[in-house]
C-alpha cells in the first residue's frame, strides 16, 4: 500500500487536547451518559455555543453538536460529523472548519468542498448524512438540543482525490470513512 499522510491544522485557540479528554466517552453507549456529563456539555454549548462531542470507538468518530446556532449551519439543525482519523485529528478539523466557515462567512451544505492550508493538505467534501444514520449515530445531539438535527459527513479524498461518496475511491480510505462500519462494528446503537 502506499503511503498517504492527512495533516490537520490544530484549533489555535484556547482548545487543547486535555480538554478534549473530558469530551470522550470510551466504551459506553451513547444513551448511558451521567446528568453530569450532560451538564458538562451543556456548559461548552452555553460557553461557547458548540462543542465536539468524540467517540474512542472502535471505530473512532466525531460529530458537532449546536454548530447550526452559531450560524454556519444551512439550516438550524446542521450538524457535521466525521470518522475514520484519530480523534485529535477529527476534533481539530471539526474547530478549523467552524472557524474557515465563520471568518469567510460560509454555510455548510451538502456538495460544499473546503480547501486551504488552514485546514488540511487535502480538498474535503461534505455529504449528507441520511435521517436514518443521523439518528442512530447522534443521540447525545438529539438529548442536548431537544431535535433531531441534519447531519454532513467530513469526507477526504484517496491518493488519486476520488472521495468515498465517489465510484473508483480506493481502499481504505472508502472503508474507514463508511458509516456502515460504525454501525457493523458495534459503536453505535
Known amino acids: 500500500m502506499r503511503s498517504f499522510a492527512i495533516w490537520i491544522r490544530w484549533p489555535a485557540a484556547r482548545s487543547s487536547f486535555p480538554e478534549v479528554l473530558s469530551m470522550i466517552i470510551e466504551n459506553a453507549a451513547q ?18 455555543g458548540w462543542y465536539v462531542q468524540a467517540f474512542m470507538g472502535p471505530p473512532a468518530f466525531c460529530y458537532t453538536v449546536g454548530l447550526a446556532g452559531v450560524g454556519i449551519g444551512a439550516t438550524t439543525d446542521t450538524e457535521l460529523l466525521i470518522c475514520g482519523l484519530d480523534v485529535r485529528a477529527m476534533f481539530g478539523l471539526l474547530h478549523a472548519i467552524h472557524r474557515k466557515c465563520e471568518e469567510e462567512r460560509l454555510r455548510v451544505r451538502a456538495g460544499m468542498r473546503l480547501e486551504g492550508s488552514e485546514l488540511a493538505n487535502v480538498p474535503l467534501k461534505l455529504s449528507l448524512v441520511s435521517a436514518q444514520d443521523a ?19 467530513v469526507l477526504w479524498p484517496d491518493p488519486k482525490g476520488v472521495f468515498p461518496d465517489e465510484p473508483g475511491c480506493e481502499e481504505p480510505f472508502a472503508s474507514l470513512q463508511s458509516l456502515a462500519l460504525l454501525r457493523t462494528q458495534g459503536a453505535l446503537q
Do not use: K, N, T
Open 31 to 48: 444513551e448511558d451518559v451521567s446528568d453530569e456529563y450532560l451538564e458538562h456539555c451543556r456548559g461548552l454549548m452555553r460557553e461557547s
Open 135 to 153: 439518528y442512530s449515530h447522534m443521540p447525545l445531539a438529539r438529548r442536548l438540543l431537544g431535535r433531531q438535527p441534519w447531519a454532513l459527513q
